[in-house]
Structure formats: structure tokens, C-alpha cells
């Protein structure tokens, strides 16, 4: 019986756990650092951003993710980028931290066409509260002796090819060390695989009027074991200021955002209304994004706001 009900735990696990081993991103495109490390220094300015995600609201053991990730160019063709993450899936919480390193290759005389390549190391603690875990034999020692606390080394790697202000193909691959997590301490061992998972993304700019733009972008996610997903996303611009969007996650989703430049800030909110089963029993999921540039000494005066592209 009680094999049985581990299965069953990893199973229930699982719904949330294989789709949420890589963080799920509703604006994404407002940092694609956040899906591609090569990403890191693409800017002529520093970039710090903070993300918020509560998903399925009124789902008791839902996930939230919190993200703080800064970036920003070194010289001419290096990137560095720095992210702290907290991952919390009833009753599982992963909190780490995240190094970028990228490295730009100019493919064009101006500088806005080019080549990228990065990697972050990524070192995180894997928690599981025993506590929220209801077993049919009390004091079950499977759960009692579980291991609670295990930390865990992984990597990510990316390559971008972009256009400034124009265009961007890019693919990356996360969870490269496939690290094992062990869950409980049993005779036969229970581990929770990280899998590795593949990224596609790709957007383009279309000026449509002086002052308005329609960003089209997509992202494909492919992982070991999981369901295939992939999210299609129309934004519209006016005058880089105001921005309205929308996105279609496969069978999973429908996306409305909304985004406000002014200065060197840059704020996003997008709503998910859920299209699964599981709508029967939330109410959605929320999630707010904030940028801020920091500018270099050579655009220090400069009036320009974040741009709402890569």
C-alpha cells in the first residue's frame, strides 16, 4: 500500500513538477534571458528585471515563482548576467541562483546584426516539506526519512542570432547535467529526474506605421517525458509606450498581457485563463513583470526608453 501511494505522490508530482522543472513564463519576450542565456549583454545598457508568477489561483498547492535577474555587456562582445529564483510546487520549493555568461559575435559593420553564444551555471536547493504530505500509514518512515534538503548543480546553454530592433532565432537547452533528485528514502530508491529540456524561440518586428509596430514570436519547449508546448504571441506597440498582447499556449492556455514603457521603466501584466481541466478549479494565473534600464556612461542623458523588442 504504500508503494502505491508514492507512486500515486510522484504521479500527482509530476502534473506540475515536469512542466514546472523549467519555470513557466508567461512575457518571456521581456527578457529572453530568462529562456536563452546568450541572451545576457544584448543591450547597450544594463538590465534588471523582477517577475512574479502566481499560476492556477485557487488551486491549493499551485506553483509561484519569484525572479530577479540583472544583466548587462562587458566591452564589446562579452555579457554577464546574474538570477535568484525561487520556485515554491506543494511541497516542493527550489531556490538558487543562476551566472550567465555570453559572447557576442558581430556579423554586421554597425554592430546589429550578430551571432551569440552562452552558459550559466545554476546552483539550487531542493526542498521538500514532508509536513504537507498526507500518507496512509502514520509516521511513515518512507516520508519521515526523506531526504528534506539536497542541493543540486546544473547548467543551461543557449545560441541567439538576431538583428537589432528587427528580428531574432534562437535555441537553447536547460537542465544540461540532468541532475536526479531523491525524493524518499526507500528500500528501492524513488528519484525525481530533472529533464532536459529544449527551447525554440523566434520573433520578428513589423512596422506597420511610424508609430506602431506588431511583434509575432513563438517559442517551442520540448522535454524528455512531458508533453510537447509551445506558445504562439502577437503583441502591438504604439509609439514603444503602450502595448497590448496576446498568446496561445497549446492546450493549455490563452494569454492576455498588457505593457507600459516610460522612462527607463518598463512594467507588464499578463492574465492566463486556463483552457485544461484544472479551470474547473482556479481562476487563472496571474503574473506581473518590472524592467528598469540602467544606462552607460555613452547614453546616460538619453530619453530613450527600454525597447518593447529584443
Known amino acids: 500500500m504504500k508503494r502505491i501511494f508514492l507512486a500515486f505522490t510522484i504521479f500527482a508530482m509530476g502534473i506540475s513538477v515536469y512542466g514546472q522543472q523549467i519555470p513557466l ?3 518571456y519576450m521581456m527578457d529572453l534571458s530568462l529562456v536563452n542565456p546568450a541572451v545576457a549583454g544584448s543591450y547597450d545598457f544594463a538590465l534588471v528585471s523582477l517577475s512574479y508568477r502566481q499560476q492556477w489561483v485557487g488551486f491549493d498547492g499551485a506553483p509561484v515563482t519569484q525572479h530577479f ?6 566591452g564589446n562582445n562579452v555579457g554577464l548576467g546574474l538570477t535568484f529564483f525561487n520556485e515554491l510546487t506543494s511541497p516542493t520549493r527550489r531556490t538558487g541562483i543562476q551566472f550567465s555568461f555570453a559572447y557576442h559575435i558581430p556579423l554586421s559593420d554597425d554592430m546589429t546584426r550578430k551571432l551569440s553564444f552562452g552558459l550559466s551555471p545554476v546552483f539550487f536547493q531542493h526542498y521538500l516539506n514532508s509536513e504537507l504530505i498526507t500518507t496512509d500509514q502514520p509516521n511513515d518512515p518512507a516520508v519521515e526519512n526523506g531526504f528534506n534538503n539536497q542541493f543540486c548543480p546544473d547548467a543551461n546553454f543557449g545560441i541567439m542570432f538576431s538583428k537589432k530592433s528587427k528580428y531574432y532565432v534562437g535555441v537553447s537547452v536547460f537542465n544540461l547535467l540532468q541532475i536526479r533528485r531523491d525524493l524518499f528514502q526507500v528500500m528501492d530508491r524513488i528519484e525525481n529526474p530533472i529533464e532536459r529540456s529544449f527551447y525554440f524561440t523566434a520573433g520578428y518586428q513589423i512596422h506597420v506605421h511610424e508609430d506602431f509596430s506588431i511583434y509575432p514570436s513563438g517559442l517551442v519547449q520540448y522535454q524528455i517525458n512531458a508533453p510537447f508546448q509551445f506558445d504562439a504571441n502577437l503583441r502591438f506597440i504604439y509609439k514603444d509606450r503602450f502595448g497590448l498582447g496576446a498568446s496561445y499556449r497549446y492546450e493549455d492556455a490563452l494569454v492576455y498581457m498588457a ?3 516610460f522612462g527607463n521603466f518598463r512594467v507588464g501584466y499578463s492574465y492566463d485563463m486556463t483552457l485544461s481541466d484544472i479551470n ?3 481562476f487563472g494565473s496571474n503574473e506581473f513583470h518590472v ?3 540602467i544606462p552607460n556612461k555613452k547614453n ?8 518593447m523588442f529584443y
Do not use: V
Open 25 to 27: 513564463h508567461s512575457q
Open 69 to 74: 535577474n540583472m544583466h548587462k555587456h562587458i
Open 259 to 261: 505593457f507600459l514603457s
Open 280 to 282: 474547473m478549479y482556479s
Open 291 to 293: 524592467s528598469y534600464r
Open 300 to 307: 546616460l542623458n538619453s530619453h530613450a526608453r527600454i525597447p
